[in-house]
């Protein structure tokens, strides 16, 4: 019978021949998610036999990670600024850059906002780690993508968050009531071109959903968007936040100041690269 650390070898090895990064991480915490064990009780458990329902359990997930399928999907969950949400084809995988953009609004905001509106929610993740962190503010979370607002709704029953955060189907700002402002609206838009969708990594072009991706052949057409119509839905100290794609902030920048934004500041993802725009009313 193979162990445990046997099992784990043989699983490195066969994502690295497959291309998986982190093969060994992502070998351990497969296997710990099929056998109900964190990282650190599958440590204590190396040289323990595994039983063939045990294997029969463990195999289809290392196919379909060999396969690139995300390892978020497979194992149906992740965490995103302290909170465990699900996550599923319906919407993008939380990342840790966008966790750094609600970490930056922590900084940035002196006063906690009344009303947030997330735009293009997809999984809820801003949108509910923003209740979680302001628990007095209105949230108003966005998508045009109905799949991805009924997985925001699952997330939302599953932190407790449900009657703090409202959901809305929308195209932008194009279903909000007439007149409706925030202190703050946050997004974090498709902000890739069709061209780098596809050179992206098999776990992205593949298996996440597209529209979620790319913005189509000009990267910041839902950015240039996003900053057109904030202006008019901000109230006077009003804030907007976008996570961005590379080298287009020369180019929002100046979409910001035609928009009529009395301040930007334009700031870096912690591998240095212009990540972030802020805008102030």
């Not at 195209?171 to 925030?182: K, T, V, Y």
């Amino acid at each position: 019978m193979l162990t445990v650390l046997e099992i784990i070898k043989r699983t490195t090895e066969f994502f690295e021949k497959r291309g998986v990064e982190s093969a060994r991480l992502n070998a351990e915490l497969l296997i710990g998610h099929s056998l109900g064990l964190k990282r650190m009780a599958l440590y204590l458990q190396f040289e323990r036999p595994l039983t063939e329902p045990e294997l029969e359990k463990i195999r289809p997930l290392v196919k379909r990670r060999g396969n690139r399928e995300p390892l978020q999907y497979i194992t149906g969950e992740t965490e995103f600024a302290g909170l465990k949400l699900k996550v599923d084809a319906r919407a993008l995988i939380p990342r840790p850059e966008t966790e750094r953009l609600i970490e930056i609004l922590q900084e940035k905001l002196t006063t906690p906002p009344a009303c947030i509106l997330d735009l293009g929610t997809g999984s809820g993740a801003i949108a509910l780690a923003l209740a979680k962190i302001y628990p007095e503010a209105l949230v108003t979370a966005v998508d045009q993508s109905e799949p991805a607002l009924a997985l925001a709704r699952e997330n939302a029953g599953a932190t407790g968050l449900t009657t703090r955060v409202s959901f809305l189907v929308s195209d932008w700002f194009s279903a909000l009531p007439a007149g409706a402002q925030f202190q703050l609206i946050v997004a974090n838009p498709p902000y890739l071109s069709d061209e780098e969708t596809r050179a992206a990594q098999p776990e992205v072009k593949d298996f996440e959903p597209l529209t979620a991706l790319s913005a189509g052949a000009n990267s910041a057409a839902a950015l240039g968007k996003i900053i057109t119509g904030a202006k008019s839905r901000l109230v006077p100290g009003g804030l907007l936040a976008c996570e961005t794609g590379l080298a287009q902030h020369p180019q929002l920048l100046a979409l910001a100041a035609q928009a009529g934004f009395s301040r930007t500041e334009s700031l870096r993802d912690l591998t240095g690269r212009d990540r972030y725009l802020l805008a102030f009313v």
